[in-house]
């Protein structure tokens, strides 16, 4: 932990001003090291040390694990420093570059209270400049990736568990940071529907709003991807995965889980609208094959499970029925708009293993029919 | 694979979407996008699923589906009476109740306007009918502005050939074609912001054909009456717009062609004289505009000249028209009329110009009409190539009624009484009857053709109004030299006012050709009654007549001598003090006269005492009923008064 006097100054300089007021110096500073025209390995190295010890109270003087962590009044004024500091960076690669350090991969599990608490506040005052950051932040690390999930998993906590009824802010946000909606929708698909897990539907609140959100805006699915995010110089951007394969599978397994159906219903056409709406462009980008794939695994587990084996067994289920259409009618569309990358074979050899259905029979007869025709599989 | 022999495959999917309709609209919706997804070429399907968003009232939706059936099918039949649908649901847009036209009307705002310039050329090209062709075009142009310049002219040559070759009677300008062409495409085309290729031979036609369309509307409203005023002025309004945009796209003089900015006839006037004086010095000016502007004036002015004959009237009172005729003067009388200097002034030389007279202040405006009209009438006759031109105009134009009237108002206000008698002896209309023959009675007895006055007199006495009866006329006769006119309103009274004064004059003018006619004179006092004491005058010199003969002798007194003054009179002259003059007016008792004794002399007396009695009984009777017989029944003996 040592260095050249002027980072040893720069430290003392810091020392001498009480936590968390040093955190505002120390963002300053940080700023100033990671948005420099030239940046070495040297002044990252310093930013890191910096964050660590004078913005998340990590790490004591000596360099030595602090024990134990800020208090919930000391977090509560880092956030608004952070808050206030980030929010008036008028440069938005720069407040995505240093959004992008402070929470970085490797940071990122110890920091994820304080940022989940940054992004509620956004989302609630609102902030667009913020959630912007916190959209480059998702897709960098990847919108479906544990972090995002988690994210997204504290802030449906945040307004759909503790303030169900400030539905207002939620229902505003797909207008404020659409492209922020979209990373978020793309995680909190992520977070239900997944067998055994203990909340397995999501809150209705939630659910609702969601609906809402896609249904008034058919382009907001696609709208992380576009949008170019702002990043720091020789950073490689990160494709957006959309919500669409994720919030599908939902409307698909839904019926089978006997989950209210109408709310699914609206939600599910939103979303057969929204694909509608993808702009064709080759190779397309919107859809990768393998989470409509997933979808496929989830039915056959769902119907190999020894508790539903009836409901196989019958083969007439609505429900199971009402699944397959929707997924039947899913791809009908999705590939009639050509918004579906990957290898298609797959998917049409994982259909054929769940149970008959009339529209799928269809759909699949008219893949095969027009393979090598006019529909572009990449 | 299942084989589903039973059921299409389409169908199945286009019948799981009807069936979640009612169940859940979303779910329809989601059935819908697939079936139109797998079968985008399949019109069926296509097609159902408009009818499906169309039966469900999405607006939005459906305007989608129509608009990828219009660009996919244009050719189906089935899609054609779809479209017919929606642009006969455009035509009927401001009075559409009916659910489905209305949202057909919806629909068609959501069509972009490209699929919406489409479906109105493409329907417009599709029609065999030429009238629905040209209904459609127009319907185009008025949505999409910028169509007008490129379609436009084109919709004029249609609808002009249509005119030409597809109506059985081509000759009457009130037809759908004209009507299309004149009101709804020339307003297009006359918006400023269009810039328009037409040639000036197309747009003096075009002129030619809006002016003759309302003319003749004017014409045909007339006959409805006057109910319409407003939009009589609106008609004015339009073929003024016309003109301006016409005159515009000629570049005519821009004071001839405005009528709207402070506009009076009067500055029009001024300015149509001066363009006059500037085309005399400089015979290059385009006097096309001259041809157009001067008439469209001149009918405007004839117009309200027509109009303002038949006053405005209180509600349930009977309309009362009035007449120009030719009126009386008494030089005797004090020239009461202020002199009408501003129109000598204006150029006016002929001295000889006669006074015109109204029967009300209020009614001021026909003898100002009538002189706006003189002025126009007599520029346009002042050049034969302007006569010409405006007769070959008027040819096409529905406005004879007006412009024959005033023709013989023109002769008779220039004293040109055998050209004014020429043209109201063609008159044949029986509308028109009673002021033919009030206005030639007028003009004989001017002419001092005192005999052949009679003939009309009792022809228009024929023709006089049940329903109006009206009053007395106080401005028949004026005081003073020069001629006299009046606009004479066609009631019972007056008519007959004015019939029994030419009469009166006729007979007294009459009377020189004669030694002592006892006739006459009785026919006078008859006469002067119904305007008592108007006509008062007459008598004292028709007294002293009398005294100079010592006798007189009028059979048809005691029929209609029921004046108590006049009998006064003649009952002085009977007595000592009078002169005793001798009076034959009993009936019979001349004769008896002859063959009594000195004795019965007295019972003479006695009688005709009795006989003046009797008429001064009578002198509440209604001098008008009183005079109409007289006339019916006396004509020959009238005649003999004036031969």
């Known amino acids: 932990m040592s260095g050249s006097s002027s980072e040893v100054n720069l430290k003392q300089t810091l020392r001498k001003l009480e936590y968390p007021l040093c955190a505002q110096e120390a963002l300053k500073k940080i700023a100033e090291l990671l948005c420099a025209r030239v940046t070495n390995i040297k002044s990252m190295d310093l930013s890191l040390d910096l964050m660590a010890e004078f913005i998340f109270y990590e790490l004591d003087r000596r360099g030595n694990k602090r024990c134990p962590a800020m208090s919930s009044l000391v977090e509560l004024q880092l956030l608004q420093i952070l808050y206030e500091f980030l929010n008036n960076i008028p440069n938005e690669a720069s407040r995505n570059t240093l959004f992008l350090n402070l929470f970085s991969p490797i940071t990122v599990n110890n920091r994820l209270g304080v940022l989940s608490k940054l992004v509620s506040l956004a989302i609630g005052i609102p902030s667009r400049s913020i959630l912007i950051a916190a959209s480059t932040w998702m897709q960098q690390l990847g919108n479906t990736s544990p972090s995002s999930c988690k994210l997204a998993e504290a802030l449906v906590f945040d307004y759909a568990h503790l303030t169900p009824n400030t539905d207002d802010k939620l229902k505003n946000l797909s207008e404020v940071a659409p492209e922020f909606t979209a990373n978020f929708l793309t995680a909190i698909a992520e977070n239900y529907f997944i067998p055994n897990k203990e909340s397995m539907l999501p809150p209705d609140v939630l659910l609702k709003c969601i609906s809402d959100w896609v249904t008034d805006n058919s382009k907001l699915c696609i709208s992380a991807q576009q949008r170019q995010a702002l990043l720091p110089p020789g950073a490689i951007a990160m494709e957006a995965t959309t919500p669409i394969a994720g919030l599908l599978r939902w409307c698909v397994l839904a019926p089978l889980y006997q989950h209210e159906q109408q709310i699914y219903s609206k939600l599910y056409l939103a979303l057969l609208n929204s694909i509608m709406e993808i702009p064709r462009v080759n190779p397309p980008r919107a859809i990768n094959v393998q989470h409509l794939t997933v979808i496929i695994q989830q039915l056959l587990q769902y119907l190999q499970d020894p508790k539903n084996k009836e409901l196989l067994a019958s083969g007439t289920n609505a429900m199971l029925q009402l699944a397959l259409d929707r997924f039947g009618q899913a791809i009908q569309v999705a590939l009639s708009v050509n918004a579906v990358y990957g290898h298609l074979d797959e998917l049409f050899n994982g259909l054929n293993h769940l149970p008959n259905n009339r529209l799928l029979n269809i759909v699949i007869k008219r893949y095969n029919d027009s393979k090598g025709g006019p529909i572009l599989i990449v | ?643």
């Open chain 2, 1 to 643: 694979m299942e084989v589903h022999l039973e059921q299409l495959d389409e169908d199945y999917v286009i019948q799981r979407a009807k069936e979640s309709l009612k169940i859940d609209p979303y779910a329809a919706k989601a059935w819908m996008l697939t079936a139109k997804s797998l079968y985008p070429n399949n019109f069926r399907v296509q097609f159902d699923a408009y009818l499906i968003e169309k039966a469900a009232g999405n607006v939005k939706e459906a305007a989608k589906c129509f608009s990828d059936l219009i660009s996919k099918f244009p050719q189906v039949t089935e899609l054609w009476k779809e479209i017919e649908k929606v642009t006969a649901a455009l035509r009927s847009e401001t009075d559409s109740e009916e659910p489905e036209n209305h949202f057909l009307c919806e629909m068609f705002k959501h069509i972009s306007s490209e699929v919406q310039h489409k479906l109105l050329l493409f329907t417009a090209d599709h029609c065999d009918d030429t009238m629905e062709h040209c209904r459609l075009l127009l319907l185009l142009l008025q949505r999409f502005p910028t169509a007008i310049s490129s379609y436009g002219p084109r919709l004029v040559d249609t609808l002009m050939s249509a005119e030409k070759y597809g109506l059985d009677d081509n000759n009457c300008p009130i037809n759908p074609y004209r009507k299309l062409l004149v009101c709804e495409l020339l307003p297009l085309l006359a918006k400023k912001e269009i810039k328009l290729e037409l040639t000036s031979k197309l747009l003096l036609k075009l002129l030619n054909k809006a002016l003759e369309y309302y003319l003749c509307s004017l014409g045909k409203s007339n006959l409805t009456l006057q109910d319409k005023e407003s939009s009589i002025e609106t008609i004015w309004n339009k073929l003024f717009s016309v003109l301006e945009f016409i005159g515009r796209q000629l570049n005519w003089e821009s004071q001839l062609i405005n009528f709207t900015i402070n506009w009076s006839k009067e500055t029009y006037w001024q300015k149509l004289i001066s363009y006059t004086q500037l085309k005399q010095r400089n015979v290059l000016y385009d006097d096309k505009q001259l041809l157009f502007c001067l008439p469209v004036f001149f009918l405007h002015c004839l117009y309200e000249y027509a109009n303002s004959l038949v006053p405005e009237h209180c509600p349930g009172q009977i309309l009362t028209p009035h007449y120009l005729v030719e009126a009386f003067i008494d030089p005797s009388l004090p020239n009461s009329l202020p002199e009408p200097k501003c129109k000598k002034r204006k150029g006016e030389t002929d001295s000889t110009n006669p006074y015109i007279t109204v029967e009300k202040q209020e009614f001021k405006s026909m003898q100002t009409n009538f002189l706006m009209c003189v002025n126009c009438w007599d520029l346009i006759t002042s050049s034969e190539t302007l006569h010409r031109e405006f007769m070959k105009i008027h040819l096409h134009l529905n406005v004879d009624s007006w412009l024959s009237l005033f023709v013989v108002d023109h002769a008779l206000y220039k004293g040109r009484y055998d050209e004014a008698i020429a043209c109201l002896q063609k008159i044949t209309d029986s509308n028109l009857l009673l002021q033919k023959y009030l206005r030639l009675a007028g003009i004989f007895y001017v002419k001092k053709n005192y005999s052949t006055c009679l003939e009309p007199i009792l022809l228009a006495l024929n023709l006089l109004p049940t329903n109006n009866f009206g009053n007395l006329s106080n401005n028949l006769v004026i005081g003073g030299n020069q001629r006299h006119l009046h606009f004479l309103p066609i009631t019972r009274m007056a008519i007959l006012q004015y019939l029994v004064k030419i009469l009166l004059r006729c007979v007294k003018e009459n009377m020189v050709k004669h030694d002592y006619s006892e006739l006459s004179i009785g026919h006078i006092f008859v006469l002067v009654q119904l305007d008592w004491p108007q006509e008062e005058d007459f008598v004292p010199s028709l007294l002293e007549e009398i005294k100079k003969h010592r006798s007189f002798q009028y059979h048809l007194f005691h029929n209609y001598i029921i004046n108590v003054d006049i009998m006064e009179e003649l009952m002085y002259l009977w007595t000592p003090e009078g002169g005793q003059i001798n009076l034959e007016i009993v009936p019979n008792l001349g004769s008896q006269r002859r063959i009594s004794t000195r004795g019965a002399d007295k019972g003479a007396k006695e009688e005709l005492r009795q006989a003046i009695r009797r008429q001064v009984a009578r002198s509440n009777e209604k001098l008008d009923e009183l005079l109409v017989n007289f006339l019916q029944n006396e004509r020959p003996l009238i005649l003999q008064s004036l031969v």
